[in-house]
T-cell receptor, first 114, second 113 residues
Framework: GAGVSQSPSNKVTEKGKDVELRCDPISGHTALYWYRQRLGQGLEFLIY????????KSGLPSDRFSAERTGESVSTLTIQRTQQEDSAVYLC????????????FGPGTRLTVL | GENVEQHPSTLSVQEGDSAVIKCTYSDSASNYFPWYKQELGKRPQLIID?????GEKKDQRIAVTLNKTAKHFSLHITETQPEDSAVYFCAASLPQGAQKLVFGQGTRLTINP
């Protein structure tokens, strides 16, 4: 079936604006993860969903970041009052269940804050 | 929390030679260790993974070894080809209750023809 999809693929915004990033996981995958990848860096965990609950929000860098998930489907990551340091690729991954299952990544959203 | 260190940060090998990338982790409770390959501008692709009840796993030219006592694991690529050029990331995951992957900083592998 289809893999993980994300939209938009690219987003350019002005400092101070809010942005919303979307992730569609693989159908039937109950676990969903958001990661951030700065240019030339590794992947930094942001938040994890099991179903529509978020047991681990420990990676969210500030209260400007929030995320929601509808059931075992779409998730949105919202960044309020964007700052230049928020510029990065935001990657979403899903897995069949949680607990050491293989995670499959989407293509990412490249966010540029001017 | 878990911390993963990856070495080297860059690696250049001649086509046909072998490449080895090493990672160490800090939390002895970690039990799942995947490796991802990321080509420029593309998403990370899972290439091989190993669980803590296994010491070695092989898939064609790619193998991963795990030493739980020393808390390190390694990726081995044999008979390297130009299409193996990419950034490789190791990761570690704790068991139930903490599902996130903690990634190493990546190794840029270049295969010279």
């Amino acid at each position: 079936g289809a893999g993980v999809s994300q939209s938009p693929s690219n987003k350019v915004t002005e400092k101070g604006k809010d942005v919303e990033l979307r992730c569609d996981p693989i159908s039937g995958h109950t676990a969903l993860y958001w990661y951030r990848q700065r240019l030339g860096q590794g992947l930094e965990f942001l938040i994890y969903f099991q179903g529509n609950s978020a047991p681990d929000k420990s990676g969210l860098p500030s209260d400007r970041f929030s995320a929601e998930r509808t059931g075992e489907s779409v998730s949105t990551l919202t960044i309020q009052r964007t700052q230049q340091e928020d510029s990065a690729v935001y990657l979403c991954a899903s897995s069949r269940t949680s607990g050491g299952e293989r995670q499959y990544f989407g293509p990412g959203t490249r966010l540029t804050v001017l | 929390g878990e911390n993963v260190e990856q070495h080297p940060s860059t690696l250049s090998v001649q086509e046909g030679d072998s490449a080895v990338i090493k990672c160490t982790y800090s939390d002895s409770a970690s039990n799942y260790f995947p490796w991802y390959k990321q080509e420029l501008g593309k998403r990370p692709q899972l290439i091989i993974d190993i669980r803590s009840n296994v010491g070695e796993k092989k898939d064609q030219r790619i193998a991963v070894t795990l030493n739980k006592t020393a808390k390190h694991f390694s990726l081995h690529i044999t008979e390297t080809q130009p299409e193996d050029s990419a950034v490789y990331f190791c990761a570690a995951s704790l068991p139930q209750g903490a599902q996130k992957l903690v990634f190493g900083q990546g190794t840029r592998l270049t295969i010279n023809p």
